[in-house]
């Protein structure tokens, strides 16, 4: 039974759950006690004689049967009120509030037994696209490994690595706000970007912290694990190179251009024809390489093709990781073209990218999303679907599906998304064998 299949099962099976090993043993101490006692009384009740108030304090006066009804009823209501009174204490201790003050014990069950259970997911990326699909992942599994680029030099990021030599935030704080099971507040005020101030203006708050707990536990590495400690985040985040790197793009004109926030002015020069890090070579974070060897899962995307998934594989720990990894791999095709990078693209000129940068090819799947049609939202006119066509690659299985988000259509739904994803994972051999009986049709 997979993840997904899991989840819809605990749900329904949740009702007929209310006692457990310990409750039961509990109820056995609880029985055991009382027959002690009620020996105790008895042999009590043949060897004295009380007086005549005790025949009314015992219910003396009601049959046998009626008597032990009574205590029965009172027994039963006494144990159910203490264990919801018990479980609701226990609850508040492990369940973050929510805006309407609880939350459904199934949720937390699964929470606290069933994500532990879950598959090993590693998410490759960067930007918005990583943040969306570990969102909707968290509700799957626990054991989620988010690699993530460190490219970024735009921003409050870009600012806080030229003046402070740390690596960039950014990407990293949004996805611990994914994955945190904090309070709101707490992820609202992480997110919060101060709008004036003196050397302010421009930063969010959950960078500054960062940037602090790095100072204090003197790694942004560890800085890491210890903001998602304080926000009781779901998973692990770990930057793709521990190395300061700059992202380059070279051109269709042989230009060069430095800098991730600059690389959408290839367009004007041709359009890219390759990205590549600098120093060359960096070093592969070793918790990224551990995680992405022993994944079940590895999701690539969503995200910006050459700015946010691709830098991540030009390290070359990860990369050879990635192709000695047995798991499922997946690629998360965007929804829609970027401008300045991505420019004229479908579904096979982002998979011959990425493949080509890896150096072979890798991909199991690709999803891509099958709901195309409807308003565009003004912010991404210049953009368009991106879609299915062309000659698509052979050697991997194109699965489409419904994965965008209504309320923004140039944007993937978190919980779509996810639920489409662990739905692959289910039915991986399937679909596997699918590709490979159309791959062998082909050849021959």
Not at 239 to 263: F, H, K, M, Q, W
Request: aromatic content about 8%.
């Amino acid at each position: 039974m997979g993840p997904f299949q899991r989840y819809e099962f605990i749900k329904w099976l949740y009702p007929g759950m209310r006692i457990k090993r310990w409750l039961l043993l509990l109820m056995v101490g609880v029985t055991l006690a009382g027959l002690g006692i009620a020996y105790f009384l008895r042999e009590v009740y043949v060897s004295f004689t009380f007086p005549r108030v005790f025949y009314y304090i015992t219910l003396q006066f009601i049959p046998q049967w009626g008597r032990g009804s009574i205590f029965m009823g009172l027994a039963v209501l006494s144990v159910t009120v203490a264990i919801w009174q018990l479980n609701r204490s226990i609850l508040s201790a492990l369940v973050p509030y929510q805006s309407n003050g609880h939350r459904s014990l199934v949720d937390v069950i699964y929470s606290h037994r069933m994500l532990r259970r879950g598959p090993k997911v590693v998410a490759i990326g960067g930007g918005t696209g990583l943040s969306t699909l570990l969102r909707g992942l968290k509700e799957y599994t626990s054991n989620i490994t988010a690699i993530v680029t460190v490219a970024d030099d735009g921003g409050s990021s870009g600012r806080l690595r030229r003046e402070l030599g740390i690596l960039p935030p950014g990407d990293v704080r949004n996805c611990i706000v994914a994955l945190a099971d904090a309070e709101p507040l707490v992820t609202r005020l992480f997110q919060y970007r101060f709008s004036q101030g003196s050397g302010l203006a421009g930063h969010s708050f959950g960078n500054l912290f960062i940037v602090a707990m790095t100072g204090v536990v003197g790694s942004f590495e560890e800085a890491i694990r210890q903001t998602s400690r304080v926000l009781a985040v779901r998973g692990q985040i770990i930057p793709s190179t521990p190395a300061n790197v700059t992202l380059c793009a070279r051109t269709a004109d042989a230009s060069t251009i430095e800098g991730e926030s600059s690389i959408s002015e290839a367009q004007s020069r041709g359009g890219i024809r390759e990205v590549f890090l600098l120093p060359t070579d960096p070093p592969a974070s070793p918790e990224a390489v551990r995680a992405i060897l022993e994944a079940d899962l590895i999701v690539l995307g969503p995200g910006s093709l050459y700015t946010s998934v691709i830098p991540n594989v030009l390290v070359k720990g990860i990369r050879r990781a990635i192709l000695a990894s047995p798991a499922l791999k997946v690629y998360v095709c965007n929804v829609a073209t970027q401008p300045g990078e991505t420019d004229g693209y479908g579904v096979a000129e982002h998979v011959r990218a990425i493949e080509a940068h890896v150096g072979r090819p890798f991909l199991d799947i690709v999803l891509v999303n099958s709901n195309a049609e409807g308003p565009l939202p003004a912010s991404a006119q210049e953009g368009e679907p991106v879609r299915l066509k062309g000659d698509l690659p052979r050697h991997v299985s194109i699965v489409t599906a419904d994965v965008v988000d209504e309320a923004n259509r140039y944007h993937h739904d978190p919980y779509k998304l996810a639920r489409a994803i662990m739905r692959l994972y289910d039915e991986r051999e399937q679909v596997l064998q699918r590709a490979a009986s159309r791959e062998s049709a082909s050849v021959s």
